[in-house]
């Protein structure tokens, strides 16, 4: 049951972008069945956790590895349930997560990389984007927040803010959860439909999901203008959840181990050291 | 295989405390082994994970409840391990992780507190401190990094502090992790021996142990004095990592179950938003 080739599928190939041709509950590069995804996964945990470990003992050590992973998708295309899942495999000592609401004042106030910066993962994390930067370049460009031509200027700035991020040791995973209008309705339907999810239900969605094509298209030029060698887009069919899983701790553990992680050389006399702790008096 | 009652068998009472009388290897209030353990605290992850997304729920609909799991021990008590095994079981969205180091010239120059505040999680969440405001008593009159009288001061400054985190809805858990010498040598014993924990080991660690009668004491004195009914302390016997783990996880279980947590009403209309979903035009 491979799953090696699931990151050669779904990584977007240059070029013009036509999400409707991208099929939503596909499993392209896995040919199991959910019992056998959910597994297949859960078994991704122990080298996933060993691979941070040492991307983590790296950090210490000074290496600026990091690694960053922005999930973008419509309301409901399941970046939270990503987190549980998926992030959730690894040791949460070494994540850092920041979701992105509508901005403050105070960040309004700055250009709209300024509060992304300081959202970055220091070295040795795995930072994730629980929306991100993009939002800049696709509700502004819906609901026209921002003038055409600041929206123009904003992907040539994000794929220089990106080079640079790579340039200081991140590898970027960047991720579009992509569902069909039907999934995303029914997903809708279940929050209205069971009290204990009303919670996460808000009018405004139904708002939104009337943009739907506006939306489409704002990705669709965001994806393909943004879709660089160094910061490639990953197209995720998420209508099935337990493929979207499977297939971002995929795309997770391909970025962990193409670092080839090493642990750090002691820095200090280890039989120096050993030979203190033979000869300490009694401690009690 | 019960562990309800693991809670009451590791709060500490108050008074004078003799942390030689309390047993570093014990498993107060279970009496499975180390297999068994394992498997009850994996068990307990659904729990675990259904009551923090209630008080996430909660957090979003304009509830103050949140909790704070505070992390004290020697050097290799298992703070980490604790993260990762324990806290690990929850969704990791809604937990803030802050491990506390020697502080910056800037946090050095206001009160000890300063940074502590800053670091509180917000409604909703399970915050974490891998060490914390305590270590402010503890490394500061070890090595005296402040004067007697400051460090008098703070016993009681802290149960200012913490009155007023509970008032404002935070339900702490303190915990020490409580090892024994012997099982400190063998875990920097290890952390020699293996070329793997070479980068987690640390020569001061050695300087620090030299000092482990001063560091008992003054445990001893600050667990008695900020020992409070709103914010005990537990000693968690920590020898056995497993016993550890499932000890906090109990704790964490106990305090999520006191709050009696419950899904937050619409604060919409439900039968509205449905009608609108159903009568949608098409969407594509």
Redesign the interface.
């Known amino acids: 049951m491979t799953t090696n080739t699931i990151g050669d599928h779904v990584r977007l190939p240059q070029g013009p972008v036509d999400l409707r041709s991208i099929e939503t509950d596909a499993t392209p590069g896995f040919d199991g069945d959910k019992t056998e995804g959910k597994a297949v996964l859960a078994a991704m945990g122990e080298e996933l956790?060993d691979l941070q470990e040492r991307l983590w003992?790296e950090g210490?050590?000074g290496s600026h590895r990091r690694l960053l992973l922005v999930l973008q998708g419509m309301d409901t295309s399941g970046k939270?349930g990503t987190?549980?899942h998926t992030?959730?495999l690894v040791?949460?000592?070494g994540?850092k997560?920041t979701?992105f609401k509508a901005p403050t004042e105070e960040e309004k106030a700055h250009d709209f990389l300024w509060r992304i910066e300081k959202a970055l993962p220091a070295p040795g994390y795995i930072g994730v984007f629980?929306r991100s930067h993009y939002e800049d370049v696709l509700i502004h460009r819906v609901r026209g927040f921002s003038a055409p031509e600041e929206i123009e200027r904003r992907y040539d700035a994000i794929n220089d803010f990106e080079q640079r991020l790579v340039d200081d040791g991140i590898t970027l995973i960047k991720c579009m959860l992509h569902i069909s209008?039907d999934e995303q309705?029914a997903r809708?339907?279940e929050r209205?439909?069971n009290?204990?999810k009303?919670?996460?239900?808000?009018?405004g969605d139904?708002d939104e999901?009337?943009l739907?094509?506006a939306y489409r298209e704002a990705y669709e030029i965001a994806l393909e203008r943004t879709n660089t060698e160094v910061a490639p887009w990953h197209v995720v069919p998420a209508d099935r959840k337990w493929f979207r899983n499977l297939a971002i701790g995929q795309l997770m553990l391909d970025a962990l181990r193409s670092l080839d992680l090493q642990?750090?050389?002691?820095d200090?006399d280890?039989n120096a050291?050993?030979e203190?702790?033979a000869q300490?008096?009694e401690?009690?």
């Open positions: 956790a003992a210490t050590a939270g987190l549980r992030v959730g040791d949460p000592q994540v997560i979701s629980d209008a309705r809708l339907q209205l439909d009290p204990e009303h919670w996460k239900f808000n009018p139904l999901r009337a739907w094509p642990w750090p050389k002691a200090f280890v050291e050993k203190r702790l300490e008096p401690v009690r």
